[in-house]
């Protein structure tokens, strides 16, 4: 599959992305732990089917330590008993702050205050914008049919 745009060689996107890089970077800096970052980016992805951004945090998760059987596990992770209390919590939350359009009530109170249990203000900050971030560049490449499958760890980091 080839990509219908080559968002690195136009100069918009080269502005525009410059920012996004700097909003991902800071939501890498945050208190948000690394293994519940990667958790969520890879959950949102699945969801929204996009294979480039699968394959980015499939790859930046393992190279951080993240075992194979907790990343094939996210799929099913309510099922699964290799998550903590506090990555169900956040898995919970970007699955509904992902599906809101099918869920007319957006994040439910339950799902917040679940997650809002097991992190601070400062945390749910970065959950949201994580959430949120994902979304927007699952739908980026998605619309542009980005490839999946050459991507190294920590490239774009």
């Keep these: 599959m080839d990509a219908r745009l080559n968002f690195l060689a136009a100069p918009t996107a080269g502005r525009a992305l410059k920012h996004l890089m700097s909003a991902g970077k800071a ?32 790859k930046d998760a393992a190279a951080a330590g993240e075992t194979s059987v907790r990343l094939n596990l996210v799929a ?3 099922e699964a ?14 699955e509904e702050g992902t599906r809101v359009a099918d869920a007319a009530g957006g994040v439910s109170d339950e799902v917040w205050i679940h997650a809002a249990k097991h992190y601070d203000d400062e945390q749910l900050v ?13 739908r980026m490449n998605i619309i542009t049919r980005q490839p999946a499958g ?7 980091h």
């Design 27 to 58: 939501l890498k800096e945050s208190p948000l732990p690394t293994a519940t970052q990667e958790l969520v980016a890879l959950r949102v992805s699945q969801i929204n089917g996009c294979a480039v951004c699968v394959d980015m945090h499939t």
């Design 76 to 78: 099913a992770w309510r």
């Design 81 to 94: 008993t290799v998550f903590t209390e506090a990555e169900r919590a956040a898995l919970a939350l970007a």
């Design 126 to 138: 970065a959950l949201v914008f994580l959430v949120s971030f994902m979304n927007l560049a699952n």
């Design 150 to 156: 050459a991507y190294q760890p920590g490239q774009f």
